[in-house]
């Protein structure tokens, strides 16, 4: 399997668990995973990502998405 679909995997799988706990829809966390650019940087941190557990995984993801929150500027 290559590097990227594997990245696109972890991602989907990611997305889910994002939408389930978070209660939102599937295109809203599409939304929220682009505009934080969360693909790119599961991407570039592909091979943390496969050394941890799934729930550090998510904890990561929600992490990327909390800083951009925490930087908007009102």
Known sequence: ???QT???M???QAMEA???KYHVSGNDVVEL???NQV???MMIQHEYLHQISFEEVLEYVEKI???AA???KI
């Open 65 to 67: 998405i909390m800083e």
């Open 18 to 20: 994002y939408a389930r």
């Open 39 to 41: 693909f790119e940087k």
């Open 10 to 12: 972890l991602s989907v």
């Open 33 to 35: 995973f682009h505009e």
């Open 6 to 8: 594997d990245c696109e």
């Open 1 to 3: 399997m290559s590097v």
């Open 70 to 72: 925490m930087n908007l």
